[in-house]
Nanobody, 114 residues
Framework: QVQLVESGGGLVQAGGSLRLSCAAS????????FGWYRQAPGKQRELVAR???????YYDTSVKGRFTISRDNAKKTVYLQMNSLKPEDTAVYYC????????WGQGTQVTVSS
């Protein structure tokens, strides 16, 4: 069955870094576009970054220059490297398969302390 499993979240001080991973299984990985989204308490879920099947990327302006999305087709994994983290980056981060039927992972909590 289709699975997206996020990992790598945690508590970090402002200015620190985290790398999130999204391990996929149950479908053809290399042809799909994936997105990282986040949802802070009381706010709507928002797109953070996206990568398509040939590696073209998109970033929200709030994270451009600080976050990097990448993929490893051999490992069927999408990554989100987050540097220079700010307290406003605190949220649950979700991985989403964006081509074919949409599918979400369960999310991983990122908390940035000031």
């Amino acid at each position: 069955q289709v699975q997206l499993v996020e990992s790598g979240g945690g508590l970090v001080q402002a200015g620190g870094s985290l790398r999130l991973s999204c391990a996929a299984s149950g479908f053809t990985f290399s042809t799909r576009t994936f997105g990282w989204y986040r949802q802070a308490p009381g706010k709507q879920r928002e797109l953070v970054a996206r990568i398509d099947s040939v590696g073209v990327t998109y970033y929200d302006t709030s994270v451009k220059g600080r976050f990097t999305i990448s993929r490893d087709n051999a490992k069927k994994t999408v990554y989100l490297q987050m540097n220079s983290l700010k307290p406003e980056d605190t949220a649950v981060y979700y991985c989403k398969r964006e081509t074919g039927a949409a599918y979400w992972g369960q999310g991983t909590q990122v908390t940035v302390s000031s």
